[in-house]
Nanobody, 120 residues
Framework: QVQPVESGGGLVQAGGSLRLSCAASASIFNIYAMGWYRQAPGNLERELVA????????YYADSVKGRFTISRDNAKNTLYLQMNSLKPEDTAMYYCAATRLATMSPLGSWGQGTQVTVSS
């Protein structure tokens, strides 16, 4: 299975914005909901930040509602995460993955991730 490829991370000051991208294989993208996950420093688990179904329905964790926007371009097999009003607690490695919405859990392979660091 081809791994997704995340990009767009970086260092930004609190209150700033970043846009993450994830290129996934068509065989995955055309069938599954997709989600963005993050793993903060020192945490063993990755938490689901946002997810979008194949027809555009979205889910957001309470911690990012109103600040983050997930979207997908089905023609390009690309997932996006627009992150505004960033906070230091958003600092984490961000990953995308196919997602089972019934359980809000990841499916398939993980990519390398992209690092987001928010300074105070």
């Amino acid at each position: 299975q081809v791994q997704p490829v995340e990009s767009g991370g970086g260092l930004v000051q609190a209150g700033g914005s970043l846009r993450l991208s994830c290129a996934a294989s068509a065989s995955i993208f055309n069938i599954y909901a997709m989600g963005w996950y993050r793993q903060a420093p020192g945490n063993l688990e990755r938490e689901l930040v946002a997810a979008v179904s194949t027809n555009g329905n979205t889910y957001y964790a309470d911690s990012v509602k109103g600040r983050f926007t997930i979207s997908r371009d089905n023609a390009k097999n690309t997932l996006y995460l627009q992150m505004n009003s960033l906070k230091p607690e958003d600092t984490a490695m961000y990953y995308c993955a196919a997602t089972r919405l019934a359980t809000m859990s990841p499916l398939g392979s993980w990519g390398q991730g992209t690092q987001v660091t928010v300074s105070s």
